[in-house]
């Protein structure tokens, strides 16, 4: 389905400028709402020339609107990764639950669908593995990682409540680890991390024993994966996200080989609440949306590592 214009939030961001980058291509016009809090403006340089395209400098914590009629939201203003959202724990419950609020206000009052992106992290520490959308999670409310956690579980409620109340066109997918170019290399993330570590030649620095897995969906496939919850009637939650487990420490490794770096790996302390294993069930993006993902791990990393040699602005 092709929409004739989309709001954006969080769209100066990682993810975010790549979905504004995919949605212009489509022949959407995109306007771009963001408080820049965690991006860098670099992200959207190549989209400021486009006449389709529009950037707001705004924070979603305030009530915002948009000129034109919009058929489509996606709502993705969060700080997202660890190192970002530590910082800034108050704004993260404040985005996730204010920004919510004012961001599903702006779909009701242009009668748009909007899709919360939404995370892996409501799943907390898993108990059940792979994690399929009807487990519930196992999330400490007051460690360190719960501003992020508790304000996605409280977006996905509020979503939930104002699609039962107003009957506003809502979907939630729950996005696992994406990386791709874009990515800070201080964010504190693993990929950008280990890429930017072993092109240094420093050495890269895996948490624990480096037996925890995650999942690592390069960012085309999860582009692709919330266009398909956009152009879908679903309410979700979806989980979007690669179910091929990797450990961090043969992440660390592959990330060492596909850079030829001469970097070795050191081990240090685990974060507190750092989740063990991460996995996504699928079936139901499968099903559905007929997603998955296709980017091998090697390739998507090759490109990205190739993005953090010369970074360019497409
Ligand atoms: N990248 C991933 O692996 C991943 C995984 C799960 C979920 N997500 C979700 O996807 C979304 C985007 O993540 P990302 O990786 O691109 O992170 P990012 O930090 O690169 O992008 C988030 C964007 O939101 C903006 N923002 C934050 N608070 C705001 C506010 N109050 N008002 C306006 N803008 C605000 C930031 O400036 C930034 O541009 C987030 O909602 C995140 O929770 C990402």
Redesign the pocket.
Known sequence: MRFRHAVV?????????HLCTALLAEGTAVTC???????DEE?IAHLRGQPAFTFTR????EAFDVARPADLVL???????PA?YLK?PL??L??GSL?TRNALALARRHGARLVL?????VYGDPQQHPQSEDYWGHVNPVGPRSV?DEA?RFAEALTTAEAGVHGTDTGIV??????GP???GY?G?AVPTFIRQALAGEPLTVTGDGQQTRSL?Y?DD?VRGVLAMAGSDLRGPVNIGNPQEITMLELARLVIRLTGSGSRVRMVERPTDDPTVRCPDITLARGKLQWEPRTPAEEGLARTIAWYRAPVAA
Request: proline content about 2%; some cysteine.
């Open positions: 939030t969080g769209g100066a961001g990682f993810l975010g400028s709402i963001d408080d820049l809090c965690t991006a992200n705004a924070d979603v914590r709502h993705l203003a969060s700080p997202a990764s970002d800034l704004h993260t404040e985005t920004g992106t939404s995370t892996s992290e992020y996605k729950r996005l696992f680890n994406t990386y874009r990515m800070r964010d993330r969906t960012v999860t």
